[in-house]
């Protein structure tokens, strides 16, 4: 089960959530991350709502039957067709975006060893050519047309989907035309096998440096008693194997298993189900050819009988994970499958669990989780619990957990708990079913993970009649410690003596410090300053190349989404398809990031490709191409990126906030005035910066130490090369705003059952780190975790929340102090809508009584010991990568604070008192702020008395 589109969604302290497909989201852990693509892709056109209603399809019969329909939660009717040809077609009629997402029954459980990986290269390799598509036509068609689309391999299932959000008829017909072409009909040329190697080759490398993957491919081998070496893991493979894939090797596979009867298409959106079923009908034309099952391979998972707890150190890990696995229920038991989801919901599903408040003094909570595993439906699921522990603790954890499952199968749930678990399980349903992507998520795995529908369309029904005893039972059937797969995953450590004579900048606060390495500052020729990061511990390099100038530059809301987006589009010297070609064959991780008043490039890449991935930098800094075809694809994508978007009371807090910054960028404004701005508009901008500028570059990698000098050579003429004289380099804190005179209250109507409130304080960075390390200590305290002061009491004690948490954001010049909560303010009971305006003015009433008890009392030393050691395993976290490592030496390096940054940071976290605390409360939270409620137009109409005693009142 993958938390974020099924019935669990567990937020959670430490950020590791495992599934058999996860993406890496925000720089958390990766398992194997098989996605081909996850860029926002636009349409420039009309929205209409009713476009694909009115499409009027070819009058040539096509061939299917209606299977039936079902009841979609929280929808009307979904309607369920087979194809002549045996595939299946879910189609639910859904306001908003259309989402066509194709599954194909096969995963890497289907691979003999010696071809591992061959699902997930595939899934690659389809975008590379079909019958009436060219090489990398698909994704570029489906650009311009301004869809989004994605592709995955899991253990058991592959899929592809395509989204748009508006249509006409030549849209979506060209759409489902592509999609089930390059589906079913590849051309697997040999150009096109040997071209993907190297990109999938070197996914598998990174894959197998990863110590997260190394942990959760154990446990998935010793639970189930798979033998197997794969370097990448059982979904990516080897290198071996994808090296010797020949054309008939892939053309064989993809023919026995990418059958009609092992597809399933899920349509959800703005659609007629009767038109839609014609169109899909029209284009999977692939004559039935079912393969018996005798002729196909599975992975024989047989559930050990005694536990296997197994050991591992990292050198990339800096806390200890604790990983335990159990054999669950069956795929094909749809009852069983939804207990185990209320299971682990009543182990660490919400803050108040038995578990989670016994690890609290370990400051960690669990993460808990249901997987599908197999593509055959007698084959057991896993549930696992995976909790982060500082070095040494871990034992203890595991105790603590091996208690709290004894506890978990000894006594059934409390009334109360019982009725915590349906609601957790029925309210995140709810919300995620307002999205049409993760409705044909759920419907699709309902369906080919677990063999019917009735996993989904029923799932409310189920969950209404689970009792305690249900949940109890589940846990005695699949938390058997006596049969369990334990992974204990450890740091490498090394002696302090020897960190303390290391002349580097590290984190303190664990048994290892985190090094970022070593550093050294360099003025070049043409006065670019360098940072050159030496880590002996890197496998990889990273840069970041940046032009900045020292006055922010005014510019309309728009600009600098399209700038970003053109200079990914190939260059003067290089058409955009030249340019990718450069960045494939390479594996070069590379792109622009574009701020206020600085143009950069980001790096990631192989030791040895840095050379060639800094030139490629260079290229695109300095030689973008700006044309009009590129600037109007630019801006289609943008705006269909953020009509996909939710409306956020977020937008008009920093608009307020900053309305006198010369860049109001929200998502917003951007959306509102983008048609405003021209291609001239993007060249200015572009052209005040370049032409004026300063220039910096970090660069970290392992090969500085590794040589007698001849790499730092090769990276300083690289940018000595090329660039043209700049600036000279100095700080300039050039972010001006000036401080709110009195509090201002925003309110935009919106249909909505919930409210969205944000509280939002202007923070202008004194320099003092100490008050940095304060801000994040309070943040933390206040709302930065499930065991926060605001999660307890307006989540967990008076419940008028899910979402409810505060945060910290900043440039390291400017920043903003936020407060949030997303409460019910409309409900339904028995088809009736029962207002409760009430939970607005609880909320603001909640954050109002929580920043007074920061400013009038100092906080408890069990607080902000608890708070320090949260701050300083997340700053660990994210700094693991090279990537990470050179882009918090950068944010530094261009702030107030240095490229120490880091080790004044952490040394600041440690000193920070509760008198330090108090006295950043007063001098921040006490300034005035802006109230944003986003909101039904009846919520806002009864509450507008109550907004109005906070401050001045906007409505837009």
């Given at each position: 089960m993958q938390i974020t589109n099924k019935l669990i969604n567990i937020q959670k302290s430490n950020p590791v959530n495992f599934n058999n497909s996860v993406e890496k989201k925000n720089n958390s852990p990766v398992i194997n991350n098989t996605n081909l693509a996850d860029s926002r892709l636009s349409f420039m056109g009309e929205t209409t709502n009713a476009a694909l209603k009115a499409i009027a399809f070819s009058a040539k019969p096509e061939g299917y039957k209606k299977i039936g329909k079902f009841q979609v939660p929280f929808y009307n009717d979904g309607h369920v067709y087979e194809l002549n040809n045996g595939q299946k077609v879910i189609i639910i009629p859904k306001p908003?975006?259309?989402?066509?997402?194709?599954?194909?029954?096969?995963?890497?459980?289907?691979?003999?060893?010696?071809?591992?990986?061959?699902?997930?290269?595939?899934?690659?390799?389809?975008?590379?050519?079909?019958?009436?598509?060219?090489?990398?036509?698909?994704?570029?068609?489906?650009?311009?047309?301004?869809?989004?689309?994605?592709?995955?391999?899991?253990?058991?299932?592959?899929?592809?989907?395509?989204?748009?959000?508006?249509?006409?008829?030549?849209?979506?017909?060209?759409?489902?035309?592509?999609?089930?072409?390059?589906?079913?009909?590849?051309?697997?040329?040999?150009?096109?096998?040997?071209?993907?190697?190297h990109i999938v080759i070197s996914e598998i490398k990174r894959a197998k440096d990863n110590p997260y993957s190394k942990a959760f491919e154990k446990l998935i081998n010793n639970l189930f008693s798979i033998d197997s070496s794969l370097e990448g893991g059982l979904t990516l493979g080897s290198s071996k194997n994808i090296e010797n894939l020949t054309s008939k090797k892939v053309f064989d596979y993809h023919n026995k298993?990418?059958?009609?009867?092992?597809?399933?298409?899920?349509?959800?959106?703005?659609?007629?189900?009767?038109?839609?079923?014609?169109?899909?009908?029209?284009?999977?034309?692939k004559p039935a050819n079912k393969v018996d099952d005798k002729n196909k391979f599975y992975r024989s998972l047989v559930p050990i009988q005694k536990t296997v707890k197994e050991e591992i150190t990292d050198s990339q890990l800096n806390a200890t994970q604790v990983v335990m696995g159990f054999a669950g229920p069956q795929h094909g038991d749809i009852k069983e499958s939804l207990t185990a989801?209320?299971?682990?919901?009543?182990?660490?599903?919400?803050?108040?669990?038995?578990?989670?408040?016994?690890?609290?003094?370990?400051?960690?909570?669990?993460?808990?989780?249901?997987?599908?595993?197999?593509?055959?439906?007698?084959?057991?699921?896993?549930?696992?619990?995976?909790?982060?522990?500082?070095?040494?603790?871990?034992?203890?954890?595991?105790?603590?957990?091996?208690?709290?499952?004894?506890?978990?199968?000894?006594?059934?749930?409390?009334?109360?708990?019982?009725?915590?678990i349906k609601n957790k399980l029925t309210d995140n349903l709810n919300r995620i079913s307002e999205f049409s992507e993760k409705i044909t998520n759920m419907a699709g795995e309902a369906q080919v993970e677990h063999g019917s529908l009735s996993h989904y369309?029923?799932?409310?029904?189920?969950?209404?009649?689970?009792?305690?005893?249900?949940?109890?039972?589940?846990?005695?059937?699949?938390?058997?410690?006596?049969?369990?797969?334990?992974?204990?995953?450890?740091?490498?450590?090394?002696?302090?003596?020897?960190?303390?004579?290391?002349?580097?900048?590290?984190?303190?606060?664990?048994?290892?410090?985190?090094?970022?390495?070593?550093?050294?500052?360099?003025?070049?020729?043409?006065?670019?300053?360098?940072?050159?990061?030496?880590?002996?511990?890197?496998?990889?390099?990273?840069?970041?190349?940046?032009?900045?100038?020292?006055?922010?530059?005014?510019?309309?809301?728009?600009?600098?989404?399209?700038?970003?987006?053109?200079?990914?589009?190939?260059?003067?010297?290089?058409?955009?398809?030249?340019?990718?070609?450069?960045?494939?064959?390479?594996?070069?991780?590379?792109?622009?990031?574009?701020?206020?008043?600085?143009?950069?490039?980001?790096?990631?890449?192989?030791?040895?490709?840095?050379?060639?991935?800094?030139?490629?930098?260079?290229?695109?800094?300095?030689?973008?191409?700006?044309?009009?075809?590129?600037?109007?694809?630019?801006?289609?994508?943008?705006?269909?990126?953020?009509?996909?978007?939710?409306?956020?009371?977020?937008?008009?807090?920093?608009?307020?906030?900053?309305?006198?910054?010369?860049?109001?960028?929200?998502?917003?404004?951007?959306?509102?005035?983008?048609d405003n701005v021209t291609l001239n508009d993007v060249k200015d901008f572009y052209n005040q910066i370049m032409e004026n500028a300063k220039a910096t570059a970090v660069v970290t990698t392992g090969q500085l130490s590794k040589d007698s000098g001849e790499f730092k050579k090769q990276v300083i003429n690289s940018l000595e090369q090329d660039i043209p004289t700049v600036q000279k380099y100095g700080f300039v804190d050039n972010e001006k705003s000036a401080p709110l005179n009195s509090n201002k209250v925003v309110i935009e109507a919106d249909d909505r059952n919930q409210a969205h409130i944000v509280q939002m304080f202007k923070i202008k960075e004194t320099g003092d780190i100490k008050d940095i390390a304060a801000l994040r200590l309070l943040h933390t305290i206040l709302g930065g975790g499930m065991s926060s002061r605001m999660f307890m009491d307006l989540r967990e004690k008076q419940g008028l929340a899910y979402e409810v948490g505060s945060g910290y954001k900043t440039n390291n010049k400017m920043g903003r102090f936020v407060l949030a909560i997303k409460t019910t303010t409309r409900d339904e009971e028995d088809g009736q809508v029962v207002p409760k305006y009430e939970n607005l003015q609880k909320s603001l009433d909640g954050f109002k009584k929580h920043i007074n008890l920061l400013i009038d009392e100092k906080v408890s030393e069990e607080e902000i010991n608890g708070a320090k050691k949260s701050l300083k395993d997340s700053f660990n976290s994210q700094t693991e990568s090279s990537a990470q490592k050179t882009g918090l030496i950068d944010v530094g390096f261009n702030s107030k604070y240095g490229a120490d940054y880091a080790a004044k940071y952490l040394k600041a976290v440690d000193e920070a008192t509760p008198e330090d605390l108090q006295r950043v409360a007063k001098m921040y939270l006490t300034k005035p702020s802006v109230i944003s409620v986003l909101a039904s137009r009846d919520t806002l109409d009864n509450s507008k008395d109550y907004l109005k005693s906070f401050g001045e009142l906007k409505e837009y």
């Open positions: 908003g975006p259309v989402t066509i997402n194709t599954y194909v029954k096969v995963g890497s459980m289907n691979e003999p060893e010696d071809i591992g990986g061959i699902s997930h290269y595939i899934e690659h390799s389809l975008f590379n050519g079909s019958k009436k598509l060219k090489p990398g036509q698909f994704m570029q068609d489906i650009e311009k047309i301004g869809a989004d689309l994605n592709a995955f391999t899991s253990f058991n299932k592959t899929a592809y989907f395509v989204s748009t959000s508006s249509t006409d008829k030549q849209t979506l017909d060209k759409i489902v035309d592509m999609h089930a072409d390059m589906i079913q009909h590849p051309t697997f040329t040999p150009e096109q096998i040997e071209k993907e190697k298993w990418y059958t009609p009867d092992n597809m399933t298409t899920v349509i959800v959106g703005d659609v007629n189900p009767h038109q839609a079923i014609k169109l899909v009908g029209k284009y999977f034309d989801d209320a299971l682990i919901t009543f182990l660490s599903g919400y803050r108040g669990t038995k578990l989670n408040k016994a690890l609290k003094p370990l400051n960690t909570e669990p993460s808990v989780d249901v997987t599908t595993v197999s593509p055959r439906l007698s084959d057991l699921q896993m549930v696992y619990i995976w909790t982060t522990f500082q070095p040494g603790e871990e034992e203890k954890g595991l105790e603590i957990i091996k208690q709290g499952i004894k506890d978990t199968i000894e006594t059934p749930p409390s009334e109360k708990e019982m009725e915590i369309a029923d799932s409310l029904k189920i969950i209404n009649s689970l009792t305690p005893q249900d949940v109890q039972n589940a846990a005695k059937k699949y938390l058997d410690m006596d049969k369990a797969s334990i992974i204990i995953a450890r740091p490498e450590t090394e002696s302090v003596e020897e960190i303390e004579k290391s002349n580097v900048i590290s984190f303190t606060g664990q048994i290892k410090g985190n090094s970022l390495g070593t550093t050294t500052e360099h003025d070049l020729s043409n006065n670019v300053h360098l940072i050159l990061n030496d880590n002996p511990n890197a496998i990889r390099s990273s840069a970041v190349i940046a032009f900045a100038v020292d006055n922010i530059p005014e510019s309309k809301p728009g600009v600098i989404k399209i700038l970003e987006s053109m200079m990914t589009k190939g260059t003067k010297k290089h058409s955009e398809d030249e340019m990718n070609d450069v960045l494939d064959v390479n594996c070069l991780n590379l792109g622009p990031s574009i701020g206020n008043s600085s143009i950069n490039v980001e790096v990631d890449c192989m030791d040895k490709k840095l050379p060639l991935a800094l030139d490629v930098a260079k290229e695109i800094l300095l030689s973008p191409s700006f044309t009009e075809e590129k600037f109007d694809e630019a801006k289609a994508e943008i705006k269909l990126g953020l009509l996909s978007g939710q409306k956020s009371a977020s937008n008009r807090a920093v608009e307020t906030l900053f309305s006198d910054h010369p860049n109001k960028n929200t998502d917003r404004s951007v959306l509102e005035n983008i």
